[in-house]
């Protein structure tokens, strides 16, 4: 018998990141529509030949996924654009 789920993909946000801790491995990007702040660790950043998490500067623009982490709201997937 096979297990079926009703989990449907979560829509990627847009945000900015808050706050950057690069000497702990990371940060907080808030959500632009809700204004909520999301944990991200370093390993979460999506990296590319341009990005790298030393890179990432305050008030840079962020898409992200949301998740919820063990103390609250967590982006995942975490890459910039612009």
């Known amino acids: 018998m096979t297990e079926t789920t009703s989990e449907t993909p979560t829509e990627r946000l ?13 940060m907080f990007v808030t959500a632009e529509k809700t204004g909520v702040d999301y944990f991200v660790h370093r390993t979460c950043i999506e ?14 623009r962020v898409l992200f996924t949301p998740s919820e ?6 982006a ?5 654009y612009e």
């Open 47 to 60: 990296m590319t030949s341009d990005v790298s998490w030393m890179y990432i500067k305050k008030h840079q």
């Open 14 to 26: 847009k945000g900015t990141v808050k706050n950057i801790q690069t000497e702990q491995g990371f």
């Open 69 to 74: 982490g063990p103390k609250g709201p967590r």
């Open 76 to 80: 995942i997937e975490v890459r910039v």
